[in-house]
């Protein structure tokens, strides 16, 4: 199976996608304290380019 469609789809790391924005907004986490505060809640993405790719573009959105 493809691990990449099974993170994009793992409810675990959606949901720490979608509190990511009011994290960063609270404590003004970079990027790397975003990263780590994600895999705390859901399985580590770093080597998944998509799901990271995903990550990236919502911290972005939530850090300007």
């Known amino acids: 199976m493809n691990k990449t469609k ?4 793992d409810s675990s790391f959606i ?3 979608q509190g990511l924005q009011s994290f960063v907004l609270e404590t003004g986490a970079d990027l790397d304290m975003a990263y780590d505060w994600v895999c705390e809640m859901s399985p580590p ?3 998944d380019d998509a799901a990271y790719s995903c990550f990236y573009d919502v911290y972005c959105e939530a850090a300007e």
Do not use: E, G, R, T
């Open 45 to 47: 993405f770093v080597h």
């Open 6 to 9: 099974l993170l994009l789809n």
């Open 15 to 17: 949901s720490a996608l």
